[in-house]
């Protein structure tokens, strides 16, 4: 099974910066895509930015310009860099993974795997 740990969050001032990891490990035969996730108290979690195993990014109209994904292919690592944090980025970020793993002897089904999540705490 895949397994993808998060670190990296914290409690940062208005106007700081972070940078979040998400290493994922286990037995993984392709990487479709990885991206980060946020969870605002009381609110749906949503897509923050995804980056695909060919690099191309799409990123949440609300962190355009101030944060920025990336991946390291060859460690499975992905990477969110946020500047210029504001208070409303305070949420629980979760990593996300979508791709496949071999079973036995063939690659499984293209499935969805999640980090247990970081907290990103905005302070004044």
């Known amino acids: 099974q895949v397994q993808l740990v998060e670190s990296g969050g914290g409690l940062v001032q208005a106007g700081g910066s972070l940078r979040l990891s998400c290493a994922a490990s286990g037995n993984i035969f392709s990487i479709s895509a990885m991206g980060w996730y946020h969870q605002a108290p009381g609110k749906q979690r949503e897509l923050v930015a995804v980056i695909t195993g060919g690099g191309s990014t799409n990123y949440a109209d609300s962190v355009k310009g101030r944060f920025t994904i990336s991946r390291d292919n060859a460690k499975n690592t992905v990477y969110q860099h946020m500047n210029s944090l504001k208070p409303e980025d305070t949420a629980v970020y979760y990593c996300?993974?979508?791709?496949?793993?071999?079973?036995?002897?063939?690659?499984?089904?293209?499935?969805?795997?999640w980090g247990q999540g970081t907290q990103v705490t905005l302070s004044s």
């Open positions: 996300n993974l979508h791709g496949r793993w071999w079973d036995d002897a063939r690659p499984g089904k293209e499935e969805d795997y």
